[in-house]
């Protein structure tokens, strides 16, 4: 038997509910609190039930739903969005070292070319004009500290 | 009331704040006209630049957004048939083939006069309804705020896609599960962390709203290979023919906009409804209302069928601020939003907010007036010259919103470990709405989270650990009832859907 997309969704939201729920019975509470009449684990715990409840009505009827032909998903653009995404982890984890300008800059110009930005003028102007500009609007108009990044720490002191 | 009311004109037309409606209606009006990008992202980006203001003039500016957002929404359902916003779905009914048939700036002012009137009619109905249930509210109790509560998160689920109840469901337990991150506000123990200092504080709702909505929304239109930007400059780039709208139809859409009104303010009350249920039911009830003749023109470019529902989305925008001034609960995803600005500048809505923050509660209100004359008199005019901004390329919009969201929560946390969340977060959030699991759902259920807790947790220890405060205090037992009641009612529609098909069946 196939599973459709809605069962299978069921399912992980269902695992998730229990997993949350196992984890909720960890939490910490300290001594003579389980007495009382709500603890830091109620709330969750209540949560997780109510979670896999739900899942499995979701479960139930996704089952007795008839099978129709799901939309396929592998039209969808999806190298570019996963390398837009692994572009932002890398924007996150360049920030502390390359600082706002330089990764920003990275940032924005890895952007307009996996959008399939090629003429370099373009690509380079864009990202150079908003980043100094927002850089500016940021530390000179608004006082608000933009950290120059560690690699560049050394030389700028 | 008359001292409210001066203390908001005080407020609100200060250079500063007449400002910031003047700039919350454009940047709305053009992230409104983008594809995909909702109210909701509108005042998601706004939000960080806001945190340096004062909270009146933070949420001036976002109700300027609202509106703008909503009007922009308009204008690209008349002029591309993509509505922006759900709640102008029903505008495209009617804007569209009047745009198709060389009237789109008519249909243009026409929007923009139901919007301003019903925006109107709405702020007039707001200035008496918020101050005295604010009054009312003052009496309720932690029992009757979570029924409220719960109430508010069952309606929006309930009010969803037909079909979809459960899923939204599921989606507001998701919310409410990530709101349980952090240091549990009560004993200071902490929770679902995994050890990391990064969660100690929780994950903070900005972060959250941008990933789900501005994020996610900006890569589902790179993922759907969206190219509703290069129609828009096609659209634009051509004629929008005369904006003047004669005597005659001023009178045939004025009783329209007065039925209209207030038949979406009463809908943007109650919790869940908002926006896009008024526009239809407005649209559904003129169309009703409309003689034999009338009737047929309806989908083909009437001008009843695009006043009704552009007057009652505006109305039930007005309409859902109710409940977020008076109860401190928001009716739907984007009141939600403004709640957690509200809370990160140190306000908390409620009854009351009427009485220790009255400069906000009414210069909100008088703002919301503003925002609708700027809409119609400098918007308008400007629609050509702004909706012609669309026409800059995806390649170079796209990442920009992607900057501006990402930039926006770092700043104010100034933490790279958010970006990392943001990206996590916003590929959830495209698995769940390529799974048809709605996101507004799962923000309210986020941000109402800890006000829920909260709430339960002071009823249970009022009534000694007993879950008969559920039934023993009247107004708790009502609220509770009338969630039963939402709960209910897609199941009733699903047996009433059945039984009819069983007996066309048989009769067949």
């Not at chain 2, 933070?58 to 509505?83: E, H, Q």
């Not at chain 2, 925002?371 to 400007?382: E, T, Y």
Request: hydrophobic fraction near 55%.
């Amino acid at each position: 038997m196939t599973l459709s997309r809605d069962a299978a969704a069921a399912l992980g939201f269902l695992a998730f509910s229990i997993a949350y729920g196992w984890q909720a019975t960890g939490i910490d509470i300290f001594p003579g609190q389980e007495y009382e009449p709500f603890t830091p684990q109620t709330f969750p715990l209540a949560l997780s039930v109510i979670g896999a409840v739900l899942g499995l009505a979701q479960v139930a009827k996704s089952l007795r739903a008839p099978v129709t032909e799901a939309k396929s998903w592998a039209g969808y653009d999806w190298p570019r969005v996963g390398l837009l995404l692994v572009t932002m982890v890398f924007y996150g984890a360049s920030f502390t070292w390359l600082g706002f300008l330089v990764s920003t800059m990275l940032f924005l110009a890895a952007g307009y070319l996996i959008l399939g930005e090629r003429r370099v003028v373009v690509v380079g102007s864009a990202s150079i004009l908003v980043t100094v500009g927002f850089w500016a609007i940021m530390t000179k108009i608004l006082g608000i500290y933009l950290a120059p990044g560690e690699l560049f720490r050394g030389w700028l002191w | 009331m008359w001292e409210g009311i001066t203390t908001g004109l005080l407020t609100a037309f200060t250079p500063m704040n007449l400002m910031m409606v003047v700039v919350g209606c454009f940047a709305g009006t053009f992230i409104g006209m983008l594809p995909g990008l909702g109210p909701i992202s509108a005042i998601a980006l706004m939000i960080p630049i806001t945190y340096g203001f004062d909270p009146a003039s933070g949420m001036i500016l976002m109700a300027g957004v609202y509106y703008g957002a909503i009007f922009g929404g308009s204008t690209s359902s008349i002029l591309i048939n993509a509505p922006g916003v759900a709640g102008t779905v029903a505008t495209a009914f009617d804007g569209y083939p009047m745009a198709q048939q060389g009237h789109a700036g008519k249909a243009l002012a026409i929007a923009a006069v139901s919007s301003f009137s019903g925006g109107t009619i709405g702020a007039i109905l707001l200035l008496v309804a918020a101050p005295a249930l604010a009054k009312v509210a003052l009496s309720f109790q932690s029992s009757d705020y979570m029924a409220l509560m719960v109430l508010g998160l069952t309606a929006v689920s309930a009010f969803t896609a037909p079909g979809q109840v459960l899923k939204a469901l599921i989606a507001t337990v998701i919310g409410l599960m990530i709101s349980t991150v952090g240091t549990d506000p009560s004993a200071g123990v902490q929770r679902f962390t995994f050890g990391s200092l990064d969660l100690v504080d929780g994950v903070s709702f900005l972060l959250l709203a941008m990933a789900t909505f501005a994020l996610s929304e900006a890569l589902m239109a790179v993922l759907k290979r969206d190219e509703v930007s290069e129609a828009a400059a096609r659209a634009t780039a051509g004629d929008l023919g005369s904006m003047r709208v004669t005597r005659e139809e001023v009178r045939e859409i004025i009783p329209v906009i007065g039925r209209s009104s207030i038949l979406g303010f009463f809908v943007g009350v109650l919790p869940g409804a908002g926006a896009t249920i008024a526009s239809f039911l407005a649209y559904g009830a003129e169309r009703t209302f409309a003689s034999a003749k009338e009737k047929l023109k309806f989908g083909k470019g009437s001008i009843r069928g695009l006043a009704a529902p552009e007057t009652a989305n505006n109305a039930a925008c007005t309409g859902s601020f109710v409940p977020l001034l008076t109860l401190g609960i928001p009716g739907s995803g984007t009141t939600a939003v403004m709640l957690g600005a509200l809370i990160s500048y140190g306000v908390q809505p409620g009854p009351r907010l009427f009485q220790n923050n009255p400069d906000v509660f009414w210069a909100v209100i008088i703002s919301m007036y503003l925002g609708n004359v700027i809409l119609l008199i400098l918007n308008l005019p400007l629609i050509p010259y702004i909706a012609r901004l669309l026409a800059l390329p995806r390649q170079i919009l796209i990442p920009l919103i992607l900057f501006f969201s990402l930039i926006g929560v770092y700043l104010v946390s100034f933490n790279t470990f958010d970006i990392h969340m943001m990206a996590g977060f916003a590929l959830a959030a495209i698995i769940l709405r390529l799974l048809d699991f709605p996101m507004a759902p799962l923000i309210l259920g986020f941000i109402l989270g800890d006000m829920i807790e909260d709430n339960l947790r002071r009823a249970l220890t009022i009534s000694d650990g007993s879950i008969a405060f559920m039934w023993e205090r009247p107004l708790t037992a009502v609220i509770f009832g009338l969630t039963i009641l939402t709960l209910l009612a897609p199941l009733v529609r699903i047996i009433r859907q059945r039984r009819g098909a069983m007996l066309s069946g048989e009769g067949g």
